[in-house]
């Protein structure tokens, strides 16, 4: 059973960090595209940060570019999200999501397996 679960959100100061976690069952999460989105109330689900598959290359939103970094621990199997300077803007709730089959690091394929979210709050 394909399943993600997402933990490392909270509660955060303006300029604070967090590092959000995606462990992954069920299959292999390193072979195929991977990514962080978010959505906050009242607007559209945006992608984020995405990763290859196959060689790691990366895509970032242009609002988090500089602050966030996209990484994974084939190990592991966990895909993970370091934001720092983080923003009230960055309030939202966050999910980690895949697509098997595909290996590219587009934020914009049709992801169709995804985590249960994390809430992720900027606030002083």
């Known amino acids: 059973q394909v399943q993600l679960v997402e933990s490392g959100g909270g509660l955060v100061q303006p300029g604070g960090s967090l590092r959000l976690s995606c462990a992954a069952s069920?299959?292999?999460?390193?072979?195929?595209?991977k990514g962080w989105f978010r959505q906050a109330p009242g607007k559209e689900r945006e992608g984020v940060s995405c990763?290859?598959?196959?060689?790691?290359?990366?895509y970032y939103a242009d609002s988090v570019k500089g602050r966030f970094t996209i990484s994974r621990d084939a190990a592991k199997n966990t895909v993970y999200l370091q934001m720092n300077g983080l923003k009230p803007e960055d309030t939202a709730v966050y999910y980690c999501?895949?697509?098997?089959?595909?290996?590219?690091?587009?934020?914009?394929?049709?992801?169709?397996?995804w985590g249960q979210g994390t809430q992720v709050t900027v606030s002083s």
């Open positions: 069920g299959f292999t999460l390193d072979y195929y595209a």
């Open positions: 990763i290859s598959g196959s060689d790691g290359s990366t």
């Open positions: 999501a895949t697509v098997l089959g595909t290996w590219g690091s587009s934020c914009s394929y049709e992801y169709d397996y």
